[in-house]
């Protein structure tokens, strides 16, 4: 099964400094799949998110945070989290909390045919202010993952175009500007990077990582040794 | 960035899964910081057709009180519909969270 952006994926959720620490989705009603939470925040010290859902809690495991805390990190916040959603749900709502009442923003994604163990493949992330931003690459682990971004820029520039990226961004003028994208890789062991212009130098912050597809571990090849008759198999068996 | 206080407008737009996007523009005084209007715009084809300003009380958007349902294309709001709305003033637009919904 390819993985797919699932159109159940509700819409971005956006608050202002004046909104307070939270955001929550619109209710929406996902198949099974993982949910990948794109999280962007304004502020200048090291702040954080974290996320829950409505119903039974699923486990959010924080993929990356880049902030002023980190070396090299600029001032707001870029971070990516994902849950496995083992089965359907009807009017689920997911929250971010974010530890600062500056602004923030989220979008959520609903991927169908992730990995259901470990769907998480490499990461990077880094910061720039450059108008156009490569971010680093990072070698893909699986065949035919996506590989998702996040951004924010604490300068409020805004977003002009990814040549490589479907994003979806907004601006609160004046304050932050931030975005989400994704887009699909090939073979295992591609050099992957993701391409944000904006319309001025910003001040960015921003996580890049790979989310696998449904049997897309890289293979791992058993020891050569003696085989018996009995463990011939055919040519174009795998192990 | 704690830059200085937002101006007119207050514009939010947000995408659906197909690369149509729902937009509110929301226009104030800068100085009374009193709302003189909106307009909503829609794409014809736009999977969301709801703009949600905060929470319901089941803690969920698609309960806000203050949710407007937008036609395709651009439509207009006056001060009176976004008072009904309790919205009065720039502030009590930013002291809730947005999105947009079906």
Request: aromatic residues 8%.
């Amino acid at each position: 099964m390819a993985l797919a952006i699932d159109a159940s994926t509700p819409s971005r959720v956006t608050g202002t400094g004046a909104t307070g620490l939270t955001g929550t989705t619109a209710a929406f009603n996902p198949p099974a799949s993982a949910l990948v939470a794109c999280c962007s925040g304004d502020g200048a010290p090291a702040n954080t998110f974290s996320m829950t859902n409505n119903g039974a809690a699923l486990t959010w495991t924080e993929i990356a945070t880049r902030n002023s805390g980190d070396t090299g990190g600029s001032s707001g916040v870029a971070a990516a989290f994902y849950a496995l959603l083992g089965a359907s749900r009807t009017a689920m709502t997911v929250t971010y909390n974010y530890s600062s009442s500056n602004d923030s923003s989220m979008k959520l994604y609903v991927v169908t045919g992730a990995d259901t163990s470990t769907p998480l493949g490499a990461n990077t992330e880094g910061s720039s202010s450059s108008a156009t931003t490569t971010t680093t690459a990072y070698t893909s682990t699986a065949a035919n993952s996506f590989s998702f971004v996040v951004f924010n820029d604490f300068n409020a520039v805004a977003y002009s175009g990814s040549s490589d990226t479907t994003m979806d961004t907004g601006i609160i003028a004046g304050q932050i500007s931030f975005g989400s994208g994704y887009k699909s890789l090939g073979a295992a062991g591609s050099s992957v990077t993701h391409n944000i212009q904006m319309a001025s130098a910003p001040i960015l912050n921003w996580v890049a990582f790979e989310i696998k597809p449904v049997g897309g571990a890289a293979p791992s090849l058993r020891p050569p040794g003696p085989r018996t008759l009995l463990q011939a198999v055919p040519r174009s068996t795998y192990w | 960035m704690d830059g200085p206080p937002m101006s007119s407008p207050y514009v939010q737009a947000f995408q659906d899964n197909f690369g149509n996007v729902i937009r509110i523009t929301v226009t104030f005084d800068n100085t009374t910081r009193a709302l003189s209007g909106a307009t909503v715009y829609r794409d014809a084809n736009c999977q969301w057709t709801h703009i949600y300003l905060g929470l319901g009380a089941d803690g969920t958007p698609d309960t806000t009180t203050k949710a407007f349902t937008v036609s395709a294309g651009t439509t207009s709001i006056n001060a009176n519909q976004l008072r009904q709305r309790g919205l009065n003033t720039i502030e009590d637009v930013l002291a809730l969270q947005i999105t947009a919904g079906p």
